[in-house]
């Protein structure tokens, strides 16, 4: 009866294996992300639900914003998993940020199973209005 058991199980990890392939599962679909522009940062949320804060990395490097993680079981002895639909190992998500972003100021946070990344908006990018001279004034732009 085990090894019928046995035999069932290998099956069920094949065809589960089979499905994640044809799926296309990557490690985006692991890390969906949400992005916020307001008028003086970007907010980027990541889902990662059961990820340990210390395998959490967060980077720049020549305007690629990259997010790595990793999440892990350990099964005891007489524990056999017959089904995976839970991704684990590693994930990387990598962000291109625009050069109007200040990427020497990046700021992540993790909480409640949620990664938020806060890139500022350059100085010179944000939104600004401008004065509209009025009678002689105008004369020193010509008009």
Known sequence: MLTTLDTIFDDLERQFARL????????????????????????????????????????????????????QEAYGEDERLFIRERPMGDFTRRVYLSEHLDADHVEAAYRDGVLAVRIPVLETARPRKVQVLKGNEAKAIGG
């Open 20 to 71: 994640r392939a044809a799926s296309g599962l990557t490690s985006t679909a692991a890390m969906p992300m949400d992005g916020l522009r307001r008028a003086d940062e970007v907010l980027l949320r990541f889902d990662l639900p059961g990820i340990d804060p210390d395998t959490i990395d967060v980077s720049v490097d020549r305007g690629v914003l990259t997010v790595s993680a990793h999440r």
